[in-house]
């Protein structure tokens, strides 16, 4: 499975982007798609994930009034709404993706098979 995620930008704090990640996988809603996202001297943390059929979601704390995770599994793509941008949620973002994972392991960054190469999201103050 290919990830191909895009929607980074520079944005001002208060802003709000649309991230996307298409699959080359037809079979795309076998898998839980999730968003992590790495800060500079930092390590990778989990955003958000969402199952392939059904709508269930999941989010991290620190993004659950402000993130929005959705798919769209006829165009083998996952969304991320990141409204209210603060300068903390600078970061490169990941898709991934998990085949068939059971929800108490989407948090986990070992459960994802694969990974798409990461989009840049800067917010200034």
């Known amino acids: 499975v290919q990830l191909q995620a895009s929607g980074g930008g520079l944005v001002q704090a208060g802003d709000s982007l649309t991230l996307s990640c298409t699959a080359s996988?037809?079979?795309?809603?076998?898998?839980?798609m999730g968003w992590f996202r790495q800060a500079p001297g930092k390590e990778r943390e989990f955003v958000a994930a969402i199952r392939g059929i059904g709508g269930s979601t999941s989010y991290a704390a620190s993004v659950k009034v402000r993130f929005t995770i959705s798919r769209d599994n006829a165009k083998n793509t996952v969304y991320l709404q990141l409204n209210s941008l603060k300068p903390e949620d600078t970061a490169i973002y990941y898709c991934a993706a998990a085949y068939q994972a059971i929800y108490s392991q989407w948090r986990r960054d070992s459960t994802y098979h694969y990974w798409g190469q990461g989009t840049l999201v800067t917010v200034s103050s």
């Open positions: 996988e037809n079979t795309f809603s076998r898998y839980v």
